[in-house]
């Protein structure tokens, strides 16, 4: 549905994704006041004077027609916006407060073109899901890019997780998208921009970090590595 609203060109000042998982916690924690539904969810936020907005809306509920009339929420008063956003708000952090066990968090994303980003919503679900840790998917998709939140266990659990992760990666890649969409490359995705754009981008990159920070004292080894 929110690839349907961006093709038609409706003009939304954001849509994100909340999967299952991050509705149950929500609910469980109960910081935002109210009890949503315990399924994917999204949230959209529309911009405009009022008649643009009453117009979106009116088109976004025709696209929700072809998708089986999913259950729809509008607010126009101010704090009851603030209400209905809140579970965006509070996704991280109720996912923090629930975990019993894990004490290291792994948050990560990527990109794709909006007509493959469903495809691997549901597969990085999947994957997720036989992970058998908690997690969940907190996604942007109105540009593509979306985000997996794994809580874990330290060097015990850190290998599946990574293995989770990378294969998320490498999916996005071959549906020609991006190791990351908003979160930075840093350490642990050097190889992955290094498959993603090949020796010549990342020789340039390089060329410009010797040029400006020649002793490498600058945040050294991210990105791409010092020698």
């Given at each position: 549905?929110?690839?349907?609203?961006?093709?038609?060109?409706?003009?939304?000042?954001?849509?994100?994704?909340?999967?299952?998982?991050?509705?149950?916690?929500?609910?469980?924690?109960?910081?935002?006041?109210?009890?949503?539904?315990?399924?994917?969810?999204?949230?959209?936020?529309?911009?405009?004077?009022?008649?643009?907005?009453?117009?979106?809306?009116?088109?976004?509920?025709?696209?929700?027609?072809?998708?089986?009339?999913?259950?729809?929420?509008?607010?126009?008063?101010?704090?009851?916006?603030?209400?209905?956003?809140?579970?965006?708000?509070?996704?991280?952090?109720?996912?923090?407060?629930?975990?019993?066990?894990?004490?290291?968090?792994?948050?990560?994303?990527?990109?794709?073109?909006?007509?493959?980003?469903?495809?691997?919503?549901?597969?990085?679900?999947?994957?997720?899901?036989?992970?058998?840790?908690?997690?969940?998917?907190?996604?942007?998709?109105?540009?593509?890019?979306?985000?997996?939140?794994?809580?874990?266990?330290?060097?015990?659990?850190?290998?599946?997780?990574?293995?989770?992760?990378?294969?998320?990666?490498?999916?996005?890649?071959?549906?020609?998208?991006?190791?990351?969409?908003?979160?930075?490359?840093?350490?642990?995705?050097?190889?992955?921009?290094?498959?993603?754009?090949?020796?010549?981008?990342?020789?340039v990159m390089r060329g410009i970090?010797?040029?400006?920070?020649?002793?490498?004292?600058?945040?050294?080894?991210?990105?791409?590595?010092?020698n």
């Amino acid at each position: 549905m929110a690839v349907d609203v961006i093709k038609k060109g409706i003009t939304v000042g954001a849509i994100e994704i909340l999967d299952d998982v991050q509705m149950k916690v929500i609910n469980t924690i109960g910081t935002t006041g109210r009890v949503w539904r315990e399924q994917p969810t999204l949230f959209i936020k529309f911009t405009g004077d009022r008649e643009s907005v009453a117009h979106s809306i009116s088109q976004v509920k025709s696209v929700a027609e072809g998708h089986g009339n999913p259950h729809l929420e509008f607010e126009s008063d101010e704090k009851k916006q603030k209400v209905l956003w809140s579970a965006r708000k509070e996704a991280l952090w109720s996912m923090l407060a629930l975990r019993k066990s894990g004490n290291e968090v792994w948050t990560t994303d990527v990109a794709v073109p909006l007509s493959r980003v469903a495809e691997l919503i549901e597969l990085s679900k999947t994957d997720l899901d036989r992970l058998g840790l908690f997690g969940s998917i907190i996604g942007h998709v109105g540009d593509g890019n979306f985000h997996e939140t794994i809580l874990f266990d330290g060097d015990k659990e850190r290998q599946q997780v990574e293995h989770c992760v990378h294969k998320m990666v490498d999916r996005a890649l071959e549906m020609h998208g991006t190791c990351t969409g908003e979160h930075g490359v840093g350490l642990g995705k050097i190889d992955d921009l290094q498959k993603e754009l090949g020796d010549a981008p990342i020789g340039v990159m390089r060329g410009i970090k010797q040029s400006m920070d020649p002793m490498w004292l600058l945040n050294p080894g991210k990105i791409f590595r010092c020698n």
